[in-house]
């Protein structure tokens, strides 16, 4: 079954770090570029980060550069997120998502986790 | 960074109507763009990309059509199962960005 799993989400304090997976199935990983895109409660859909399918190239929005770091290990199937630095307005479900061959669209997504920066 | 505008922010339909959902781009993104669904509690899915292409396993119902600045997700006569909140998201320009939603509401 092609499918995104994350895990990794929790509570942390303010300033605190957090390292979210997504381990994927069903389909061949490492040809395709993966995606982080996160919601807070109630809001809309905000793009975080982008790895490529070899994991050389990464992409990340303003408000996360300097404190998010996307990798990913294709022998595992698994992308990761490496949260640092967390804040108040980081509080979200995080997403994991898979693009579209040669597109940064993306037509799977994970069930989400949910990071929660609170004191 | 591109912004993308959606409007209206919520539309009032009754099953068997006709949607017409806009997204407006602060600067051209050529075709590069693709709409979203999502229902409460799950994951977004994708609809629409590059403009106007369907994804894998969308009813007929849904079209996109639009380039350059202005864009439009039409759904020609409403299911039951289509209301929910719509985005639209540009690929043209890093970074990518997300509209703010269009709430898709039973009248």
């Known amino acids: 079954e092609v499918q995104l799993l994350e895990s990794g989400g929790g509570l942390v304090q303010p300033g605190g770090s957090l390292r979210l997976s997504c381990a994927a199935s069903g389909f061949t990983f490492s040809s395709f570029g993966m995606g982080w895109v996160r919601q807070a409660p109630g809001k809309g859909l905000e793009w975080v980060s982008a790895v490529s399918g070899s994991g050389d190239s990464t992409y990340y929005a303003d408000s996360v550069k300097g404190r998010f770091t996307s990798s990913r290990d294709n022998s595992k199937n698994t992308l990761y997120l490496q949260m640092n630095s967390l804040r108040g307005d980081d509080t979200a479900v995080y997403y994991c998502a898979k693009s579209e061959l040669g597109r940064w669209y993306f037509d799977l997504w994970g069930r989400g986790t949910l990071a929660t920066v609170s004191s | 960074e591109i912004v993308l505008t959606q409007s209206p922010a919520t539309l009032s339909l009754s099953p068997g109507e006709r949607a017409t959902l806009s997204c407006r781009a602060s600067q051209g993104v050529f075709i590069y763009l693709a709409w979203y669904q999502q229902k409460l509690g799950q994951a977004p899915r994708l609809l629409i990309y590059d403009a106007s292409n369907r994804a894998t396993g969308i009813p007929a119902r849904f079209s996109g059509s639009g380039s350059g600045t202005d864009f439009t997700l039409t759904i020609s006569s409403l299911e039951p199962e289509d209301f929910a909140v719509y985005y639209c998201?540009?690929?043209?320009?890093?970074?990518?960005?997300f509209g703010q939603g269009t709430r898709l509401e039973i009248k």
């Open positions: 998201q540009q690929r043209a320009i890093w970074p990518i960005t």
